[in-house]
T-cell receptor, first 112, second 115 residues
Framework: SQELEQSPQSLIVQEGKNLTINCTSS?????LYWYKQKYGEGLIFLMM?????EEKSHEKITAKLDEKKQQSSLHITASQPSHAGIYLC????????????FGRGTQLTVWP | GAGVSQSPRYKVAKRGQDVALRCDPI?????LFWYQQALGQGPEFLTY????????KSGLPSDRFFAERPEGSVSTLKIQRTQQEDSAVYLC?????????????FGPGTRLLVL
């Protein structure tokens, strides 16, 4: 079962456009992780958010965790073909062992 | 090594065969996780090791699945009498320590196809 809801399920944008992917949880998040996955490859760590209201950026990718710590968004500015892939959010629900619960992912296609 | 490695990368098995999947975590990482990712789904937790101790195996789908990490480094996930529903990508992840806020670094996965 999937603990997190991601939207949209897929996204097709033209190169240069901005886009946002959302991740919603029905339970409070202790930590929220964003990963990127390309077909046939493992998950590449992007960012981790822990505090309500926290925002982090890396290159053209910005992730935010809302104040209530139940929703996160991932925003890509001026998308490029290299941004294409599956974006997964993973939730840390406070287990001392650190297991993550993942959404189904958002498939991003960027066409030139 | 520089990252988490897994072998084999691809495995085709006939239904009923036993398979063994290997994970080499980042050197010095205490925690090791196994996840199963079905087509079109996010990864789902299988089991967790802290050093050589298997502290959580609640995600293993049946008693045909068995994992070990005898020396606290390399781990093996074994599936006995494979079934078609076992077809998936098996991902291994490691983190430096355990607990909240520790980033998990994933390997490339083993893609298992059971015919």
């Amino acid at each position: 079962s999937q603990e997190l809801e991601q939207s949209p399920q897929s996204l097709i944008v033209q190169e240069g456009k901005n886009l946002t992917i959302n991740c919603t949880s029905s339970k409070t998040l202790y930590g929220l992780y964003w990963y990127k996955q390309k077909y046939g490859e493992g998950l590449i760590f992007l960012m981790m958010l822990q505090k309500g209201g926290e925002e982090k950026s890396h290159e053209k990718i910005t992730a935010k965790l809302d104040e209530k710590k139940q929703q996160s968004s991932l925003h890509i500015t001026a998308s490029q073909p290299s941004h294409a892939g599956i974006y997964l959010c993973g939730a840390d629900r406070g287990s001392t062992l650190g297991r993550l619960y993942f959404g189904r992912g958002t498939q991003l296609t960027v066409w030139p | 090594g520089a990252g988490v490695s897994q072998s084999p990368r691809y495995k085709v098995a006939k239904r009923g065969q036993d398979v063994a999947l290997r994970c080499d975590p980042i050197s010095g990482h205490v925690s090791l996780f196994w996840y199963q990712q079905a087509l079109g789904q996010g990864p789902e937790f299988l089991t967790y090791f802290q050093n050589e101790a298997q502290l959580d195996k609640s995600g293993l789908p049946s008693d045909r699945f068995f994992a070990e990490r005898p020396e606290g480094s390399v781990s093996t996930l074994k599936i006995q009498r494979t079934q078609q529903e076992d077809s998936a990508v098996y991902l291994c992840a490691s983190s430096l320590t355990s607990g909240i806020g520790e980033t998990q670094y994933f390997g490339p996965g083993t893609r298992l196809l059971v015919l």
